[in-house]
């Protein structure tokens, strides 16, 4: 795992310019909200926390609804977040979830906590990516009582990101379910001139080292992952 300067023990992006901006990377223990745009890079910074966590000898589990285990493994090697290895060697266990309209919400949302349950003693990072489907169909009450189980177990030193869609939430649950999590990271698209760039927006991470409300601008480069483009340059 990484340390910061102040002692705190985090996991990192592998990135640099990145864990800056996040002030310093994402304290382990938390319970985090990553929501967004379609297309707007949630998928691939859930990645390069699962290769930040993988190289920083921490175990890992990644459930995903959108991607098989082949197609993950394909995805991450062609940013050049390779993890091959660390799934062959148990470090990493994918988890592919299907739902459809008739899922019941609340039996999904059962099921994935007690799979979190029975993971691994040293599984320290999962990522759900992602929720929009359960969320949109699901009541508020599940939705309250999953985010404020995933809390807890948190509150043992797991790592817990929860990925969804913006329009998954109306504004008065996301400032409900925002209350529960550690970290809110939001990431959208915006139009600088005559191309769309990706924006992550820090929105909250709590007991970082440093500040945080911080605005990263990014592309994603096949071979290279996230590559950051500076505000003066994104806004040229």
Do not use: W
Not at 109 to 118: E, I, Y
């Amino acid at each position: 795992m990484a340390v910061t300067e102040l002692g705190t023990k985090v996991i990192s992006t592998g990135n640099n310019e990145i864990d800056k901006k996040l002030g310093g990377g994402i304290p382990l223990g938390s319970l985090v909200l990553m929501e967004g745009q379609s297309d707007a890079g949630k998928s691939v910074v859930c990645q390069h926390f699962t290769f930040g966590a993988l190289t920083s000898n921490l175990n890992m589990a990644y459930y995903t609804t959108e991607n098989t285990v082949k197609s993950l493994l394909s995805q991450m090697a062609s940013l050049n977040l390779d993890i091959t290895d660390y799934f062959l060697c148990d470090r990493m266990r994918i988890y592919p979830v299907v739902t459809t309209e008739d899922s019941n919400t609340r039996e999904v949302f059962a099921s994935l906590l007690d799979h979190f349950d029975h993971l691994p003693v040293d599984t320290k990072l999962i990522i759900v990516d992602s929720l929009t489907g359960l969320l949109t169909h699901g009541d508020e009450r599940s939705t309250i009582d999953f985010f404020s189980s995933c809390k807890r177990m948190c509150d043992y030193g797991r790592t817990i990101v929860c990925v969804c869609h913006s329009y998954a939430f109306e504004d008065k649950m996301l400032i409900r379910v925002r209350s529960l999590c550690d970290a809110h990271l939001v990431l959208r698209m915006e139009q600088t001139g005559d191309r769309l760039i990706k924006v992550m927006e820090v929105a909250k991470v709590r007991n970082a080292d440093q500040s945080t409300g911080n605005i990263i601008s990014f592309d994603v480069e096949p071979g290279l992952g996230m590559k950051i483009i500076p505000l003066s340059k994104a806004k040229a």
